[in-house]
């Protein structure tokens, strides 16, 4: 996947100077003020393009960035994905707005936050320590889809209507909650909201622990700057 994420560095709160900063390789992060903004072009060699990120500012605990990207080929590769840790939340309080600045036509690409479990107190994303991947999709355009398959659809969390997809991939399982329709670009929730739903009703088990939080797009073609005009979100145990 090409993904331009933000990880939340639960442990350490960096203070960043002000001027707009850009990173435009492959795994470049850098500081952001509570977090770290990273590009992770992992699937780059599947497609032709670049990707780059650029972070706007920080105040307190919330954070301004801008992800410009063009890819082309390999339309159902994604190509580009972008801590310490916690028992689940009692509460993880989030908002997100953001909005496509530009955007070409027949985009295929969504914007998701990208939460990590694992039964150990502390453990990178996408590794052996990963029992868990909960996406929440808060657009998926140009028909893209989540791993595995839809078990369910209509389900009424944070004030929106969700579909959900769920499906192994390497050794954890993903639950993916895709906007059931259009897109929200001014999203707020508390995010155990959907960690209790899925201890409650699709049997992951309490014990479990909160890897990383991040959040960030997943371009597979065409091109856009999405802005995100703030984002937040603390964990509360
Ligand atoms: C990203 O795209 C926006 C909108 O076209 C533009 O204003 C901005 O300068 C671009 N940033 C970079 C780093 O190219
Ligand atoms: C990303 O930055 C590189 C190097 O400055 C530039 O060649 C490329 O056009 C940029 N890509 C986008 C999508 O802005
Ligand atoms: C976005 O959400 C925030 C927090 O819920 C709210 O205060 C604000 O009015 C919303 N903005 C728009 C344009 O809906
Ligand atoms: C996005 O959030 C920021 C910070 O809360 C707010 O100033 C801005 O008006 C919001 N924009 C929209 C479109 O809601």
């Known amino acids: ?8 560095g639960f442990a350490i709160a960096l203070t960043f100077a002000s001027a707009a900063q850009t990173i435009t390789g492959q795994y470049d992060c850098i500081p952001a003020g509570a977090y770290t903004l990273c590009q992770n072009l992992w699937g780059e060699y599947a497609g032709v393009g670049s990707q780059n990120s650029t972070l706007i500012s920080t105040n307190g605990n919330a954070v301004t960035w801008q992800t410009n ?3 082309a080929n390999n339309p ?3 190509k580009s994905c972008a801590s310490h840790s916690f028992p689940i939340a009692s509460s993880a309080p989030t908002a997100w707005n953001w909005t496509y600045v530009t955007e070409s ?3 295929r690409a969504d914007v998701s936050y990208d939460i990590w479990f694992g039964k150990a107190q502390s453990g990178n994303p996408a590794t052996s320590a990963s029992s868990y991947e909960i996406m929440i999709w808060l657009s998926g355009l140009g028909g893209i ?3 595995g398959h839809q078990i369910l659809s209509g389900l009424n969390i944070a004030g929106h209507t969700w579909n959900l997809w769920s499906g192994p991939n390497s050794n954890w399982q993903v639950f993916s909650f895709v906007i059931s329709s259009g897109e929200v670009r001014n999203f707020s929730a508390d995010l155990n909201e959907f960690f209790q739903y899925l201890i409650q009703s699709q049997g992951v088990a309490s014990t479990q622990y909160l890897q990383a939080i991040q959040v960030g797009t997943e371009p597979f073609v065409g091109s856009a700057s999405l802005l995100t005009e703030s984002f937040a979100v603390a964990v509360n145990v």
């Open 1 to 8: 996947m090409f993904k331009a994420l933000l990880a939340v």
């Open 69 to 71: 990207w063009t890819w």
């Open 76 to 78: 159902n590769t994604v």
């Open 105 to 107: 036509q027949g985009i």
């Open 145 to 147: 889809q989540p791993v």
